[in-house]
Each structure stands twice: as structure tokens, then as C-alpha cells.
């Protein structure tokens, strides 16, 4: 089923909002039932700490419902005693609770008195730097590295001039939410989209695949979000190179052919981890159907470039 996914999934031409291009994924789409948990929040399933002794590196999620729910990497959790993000994509069972690793992103905050409170999806979801960072370390352990975290939040905190009184990564997002939003506008969700390949400064840095419209539906924001806030730092440099749809296309191949690691997801299915000259991350994978997808370039001679397109969309 996974050749079916190679064979189906397309990346048309991008939206560009100054140096962030966004080039929406297509496709058929999973058979799989499963929602975004966003929506599935909305209906009843929670992410709480752990229960008699939170714990920094671990939550816990419920899925009360009929249908299996995806949290993807990436997605920033917040409350309770402090903010998270998840280390890796999970594909919760109908009715199942499940143990999930995720990392701080609020070092100066563990209010005690607020650990029973559930989660709430946040708006954005971590910039993609940090969330290579913390596919990289993913892969020799399964979860992050929980300092190397804290000092990407504080330096790009620094860097925005952000302030926070407690470390956290929605203040930098706070701190630059007109330019953000001046950005997400211009970089639609395309009906029936399955994902995206972001370019920023004219260099391709992140695949993101949600094998079902609906879901990618909830998680569009969040991450383009995210991918807008690396792009900030590009604006007032030089004019980048625009996209080559045939280059995101490359970066998308090499993610869902490279070979790699095997192993249990943390919930239903497989993840396989992978790591080649042209691709790095993992796709989680369900009865050979393809249901989750977050890749970077890989660490070969040269970087992915792209080229000034002839058009820009609006």
C-alpha cells in the first residue's frame, strides 16, 4: 500500500508569503479511518500528564472514541503544568490510553496545582528547525533531546525578542503574530490537501504529510504557522530563489522510498525511521497504508535548492 501512496501523492505549484513557499501535497488519501486531534479534542479525547507523578518527557492521551485519532510531530500541546510538543507522530486506537513522548517547550513554568487540567491543541506548532532537531536525536532513542529543546526555545526567543517570563515558545510566536498572520493569509489550505513541503530562503526544509484531507484540515495552520516563523528571520535579507515544484517533488520521493528502521510505533502501527543523503525523518505506516510523513533534507553534499518562480499566488 505504500507504493500506492508513492505513486499517488503530488506537489503542485507553492503559495509564497515573501521568503516562505509552501507547495501543497495531494492524493487519494488513507482507507484508513482516523481523526486529527484537534477535532478529536473537541469530542472527548484528552492529553493529561501522567497521573501520580507528571512526568517532563511523558503524557498521557485518552481516545474515548469509535475511530483512531493522529497526534503528529510537531503539534505543541498547552496547560497544565507546562507546554509540550510531540517527539513523534502517534496513531491512537479506538478507546485506547497511551503513553506519548513529548518535550517541554516552558522551561520556567511546573505549576503543581494545574495537573489535572487536560491540554489544549495550540494555535502553532514548533518552527522547523526545532523539529528537526528533534527528529535527529528520535532516532537513536525515540524522543528528544530534552535541553538541546530548551536552548532552540531560548534562542529563538532571543532572536525574536520575545521575552517570557517563563521560557515558552507561544510567547515568540506572540511576539510576532502580525508578521505571522500576514504570512499564513497567504498561504491557503487547498481542498482535498494531504499535506505540504515548505521552502524558506529559497531552500526546501520540511515535508509534512497527513494521509487524510480532514485531518491535514486541522493541522494546516498550526504547522504553516510554524514554518512562517523560521521565515521571519529571512525577511529583509536578500530576494530568494524561487520554488521548483520538481525539487519538492525529489525531497517527497526520497522521503517515502528511503530505506530505514522498523520499529513499533508508540501507538497502532510502524515507524520508519529513515536517514540517507537525500531525506532524514519517519513515516508511520498502518497495515502497509501510509498515514503519517515528516521528513527534512538529508545531510548530503549539497543543500536543496529551488528558483524563482514566474508567478507568485496570492
Not at 524522543?143 to 529563538?156: I, K, L
Request: with cysteine; hydrophobic share 45%.
Amino acid at each position: 500500500m505504500i507504493e500506492t501512496a508513492i505513486a499517488a501523492l503530488r506537489v503542485g505549484p507553492p503559495a509564497v508569503a515573501g521568503p516562505l513557499a509552501v507547495f501543497p501535497v495531494h492524493g487519494d488519501g488513507a482507507r484508513l479511518e482516523f481523526r486529527a486531534f484537534a477535532e478529536a479534542a473537541a469530542l472527548g479525547a484528552t492529553v493529561t500528564e501522567l497521573p501520580g507523578g507528571a512526568s517532563v518527557g511523558d503524557l498521557l492521551v485518552r481516545n474515548p472514541l469509535d475511530v483512531a485519532v493522529l497526534l503528529y510531530e510537531g503539534e505543541e500541546v498547552r496547560g497544565a503544568q507546562q507546554d509540550r510538543t510531540l517527539d513523534v507522530s502517534v496513531l491512537v486506537a479506538p478507546g485506547a490510553t497511551l503513553k506519548i513522548p513529548v518535550s517541554c517547550v516552558e522551561a520556567g513554568r511546573w505549576e503543581h496545582s494545574r495537573s489535572g487540567e487536560a491540554f489544549t491543541p495550540a494555535p502553532q506548532a514548533a518552527f522547523p528547525a526545532l523539529r528537526r532537531a528533534k527528529s535527529r536525536a528520535a532516532a537513536a532513542t525515540g524522543r528528544a533531546e530534552q535541553h538541546e529543546v530548551w536552548s532552540m526555545v531560548g534562542a529563538a526567543s532571543m532572536r525574536h525578542a520575545a521575552p517570557s517570563e517563563t521560557g515558552a515558545l507561544r510567547d515568540v510566536f506572540t511576539a510576532q503574530d502580525e508578521v505571522l498572520r500576514e504570512f499564513t493569509s497567504r498561504i491557503p489550505r487547498e481542498e482535498g490537501q494531504l499535506g505540504a513541503i515548505a521552502a524558506i530562503g529559497g531552500q526546501v526544509v520540511v515535508v509534512d504529510v497527513a494521509h487524510r484531507a480532514e485531518v491535514w484540515a486541522a493541522l494546516h495552520g498550526p504547522l504553516v504557522a510554524g514554518y512562517a516563523l523560521d521565515a521571519v528571520e529571512h525577511i529583509g535579507g536578500r530576494v530568494p530563489e524561487a520554488p521548483d515544484v520538481a525539487v519538492a517533488e525529489r525531497l517527497l520521493q526520497a522521503s517515502l522510498v528511503a530505506p530505514g528502521t522498523v520499529r513499533p510505533g508508540v501507538g497502532m502501527g510502524a515507524e520508519m525511521r529513515f536517514a540517507t543523503p537525500a531525506a532524514q525523518g519517519a513515516r508511520l505506516v498502518h497495515d502497509g497504508e501510509l498515514v503519517a510523513l515528516t521528513a527534512f533534507p538529508g545531510e548530503g553534499p549539497a543543500p536543496i535548492r529551488v528558483r524563482r518562480p514566474s508567478r507568485r499566488r496570492p
